[in-house]
């Protein structure tokens, strides 16, 4: 009997401990495994399972010796009187890019218009842009790959390319941030790279006027911009941006870990920004704190030059969005900042715009070591009064440091848009002063300022660039 009842008496138990345990540990015991399960999911998800391979080259033993050429694109019937700031024509800059690629060529643009039907897109105009489309699709002849991160779901030109053996992600940036991709920049072989306002459009190759910086052999700053692509790249298809995001695009360097380099041989400090909110994990600085960090850094000047200004979230409930004209009523006011606006003077110039202006300039009235100038530019013809092409350009220049973006100063883009952005700080060397970019990028402002493309700001009289009436101005809530 012993024998039976001996095994029986651990079953009992055991069925006894199982009941209670159904009734309250399992559940309890259960429960924790489930959460254990979605954490390792989790975890999975945010470390990359596929694993890109990133040629061998880490932030420990990239190039940090680099070379920067600042590109322009100057319209044709445009000329300055000082020619000592000629710089490398944009799509040359590019042109040269693709002879280095070797590898992999990356670009995010947020149009996709190089070899246009625009009756406009005739002629020597539409040349440039046509070259460029060609190249791209010759890339895979040399076993280049090319990989394009596009906001537009429908494009031609898109599927050309892929024809033409590029991969292509779309993002659907309405779902994402009900907003658009207006990235505008290049990897190429993860080690050159290029930013700056143009986008891929026959225009930015010919009538618009554009600004941007090519820069060669730097593979640190390279891979920090690779991963800002990389981040587009798993959006594809996405309707929500994820809570975590792989390590593979959490940034390398930001506005307090700068990475430090030479340009030309010369020691500067650079970093990459991005925007909007959701698009910067973990380090990433936002577009909108590296301009901050840059006013407030700035000892004696800013000069801006961007085409619009509108410190508006310009969509209803239409919301004044004060990031930035705080930041310089701060810098007037409290600093004693010499701050300079250059802005474009063209259609679509929102009326609002002279109004903030105004308010700004009215900020330093009968006030010492305040200054504020604001001056608009024209392309349009002086004699019949056609327009011909846009100040383009997205960048700010201090005594210290020069950021290139992607963005008008508009409160909609920094809200809701996707773009980026990179920082240079040098400091300035006695000897060699105009050979850094930054005293480069001065140069073509008051190039820009002095020209007689620019009007300046008048009292009591709006400049003629906008087709819109004052009336059709939103009126917007007053901010809570
Ligand atoms: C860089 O370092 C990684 C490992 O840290 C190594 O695998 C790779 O070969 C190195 N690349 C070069 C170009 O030295
Ligand atoms: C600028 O260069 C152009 C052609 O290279 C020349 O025709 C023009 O006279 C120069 N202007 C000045 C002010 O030197
Ligand atoms: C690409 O780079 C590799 C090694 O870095 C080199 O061996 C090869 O010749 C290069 N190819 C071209 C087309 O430059
Ligand atoms: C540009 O478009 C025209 C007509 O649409 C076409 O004939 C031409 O091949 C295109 N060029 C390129 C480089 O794709
Ligand atoms: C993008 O997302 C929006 C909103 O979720 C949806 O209405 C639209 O159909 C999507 N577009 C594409 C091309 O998937
Ligand atoms: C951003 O992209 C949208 C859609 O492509 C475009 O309408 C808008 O003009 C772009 N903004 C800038 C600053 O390029
Ligand atoms: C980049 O570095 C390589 C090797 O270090 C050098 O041969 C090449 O000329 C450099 N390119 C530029 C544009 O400085
Ligand atoms: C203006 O600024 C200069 C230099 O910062 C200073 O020396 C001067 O006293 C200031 N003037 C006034 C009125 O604040
Ligand atoms: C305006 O003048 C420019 C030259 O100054 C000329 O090229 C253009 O065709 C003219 N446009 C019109 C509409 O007359
Ligand atoms: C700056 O460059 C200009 C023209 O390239 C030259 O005339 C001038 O001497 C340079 N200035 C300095 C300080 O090197
Ligand atoms: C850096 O050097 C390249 C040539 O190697 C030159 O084209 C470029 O203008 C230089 N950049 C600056 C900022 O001086």
């Known amino acids: 009997m012993d024998v039976i009842t001996a095994p029986s008496e651990p079953l009992l138990f055991l069925s006894r401990v199982s ?43 990239c190039s940090k010796n680099c070379r920067i050429a600042l590109v322009e694109n100057i319209p044709e019937d445009v000329s300055f009187s000082d020619n000592g700031t000629a710089h490398v024509p944009l799509s040359v800059g590019l042109h040269t890019l693709l002879d280095l690629a070797n590898r992999s060529v990356e670009i995010v643009s947020s149009h996709w218009a190089l070899n246009s039907t625009d009756p406009e897109a005739s002629g020597s105009f539409a040349k440039q842009g046509r070259l460029l489309l060609q190249r791209l699709q010759g890339l895979e002849t040399r076993a280049v790959s090319l990989k394009v991160a596009s906001g537009l779901t429908e494009s031609a030109e898109l599927r050309g390319l892929e024809d033409h053996g590029a991969e292509v992600h779309y993002l659907n940036m309405t779902a994402l941030t009900k907003g658009h991709l207006n990235s505008s920049f290049w990897v190429v072989d993860r080690k050159h790279l290029y930013i700056g306002s143009a986008s891929m459009d026959w225009r930015s190759l010919s009538k618009m006027k554009e600004l941007g910086v090519v820069i060669f052999n730097c593979s640190c700053l390279a891979l920090d911009l690779h991963r800002i692509f990389s981040l587009y790249w798993q959006l594809q298809y996405k309707d929500f941006v994820p809570s975590i995001w792989s390590k593979r695009v959490t940034a390398l360097y930001n506005k ?13 400090n650079v970093y990459v920004s991005s925007s909007p909110d959701v698009f910067c994990p973990k380090d990433r600085t936002r577009d909108i704190d590296a301009i901050f960090r840059m006013i407030q850094d700035a000892r004696r000047f800013v000069y801006i030059s961007i085409r619009d200004y509108l410190p508006l979230i310009n969509r209803v409930p239409h919301r004044y969005w004060s990031r930035i004209d705080g930041m310089i009523r701060e810098a007037l006011i409290l600093r004693g900042i010499k701050v300079r606006l250059l802005i474009s003077c063209w259609k679509q110039t929102h009326p609002l715009t002279f109004n903030f202006v105004w308010s700004l300039k009215s900020l330093c009235m009968e006030r010492d070591n305040c200054s504020l100038e604001v001056k608009f530019f024209s392309l349009r013809d002086q004699r019949n009064g056609t327009a011909r092409g846009i100040n383009h350009n997205k960048y700010m220049v201090t005594d210290s440091a020069v950021y290139i973006g992607n963005f008008d ?28 970019v930054v005293e480069q990028v001065k140069a073509v402002f008051e190039r820009d300022w002095y020209s007689h493309y620019t009007k300046t700001l008048q009292a009591d009289k709006v400049p003629e660039c906008s087709k819109h009436k004052a009336s059709q101005a ?6 809570s």
């Open 19 to 61: 009941k209670t345990c159904l009734r309250q540990k399992c559940i309890v015991i259960f429960a924790l495994v489930c959460c254990f399960a979605v954490l390792v999911a989790l975890i999975f998800s945010a470390v990359d399972v596929w694993g890109e391979d990133e040629d061998g080259i880490t932030e420990e033993n």
């Open 256 to 268: 307090d870990r700068a990475l430090p380099v030479l340009l030309n041989g010369t020691k500067a």
């Open 409 to 436: 100063w508009v409160g909609n883009e920094f809200a809701y848009n996707a773009g980026a952005g990179l920082v240079i700080s040098q400091v300035q060397g006695q000897e060699e002063r105009n050979a850094t």
């Open 474 to 479: 939103p009126r917007p809530k007053t901010a």
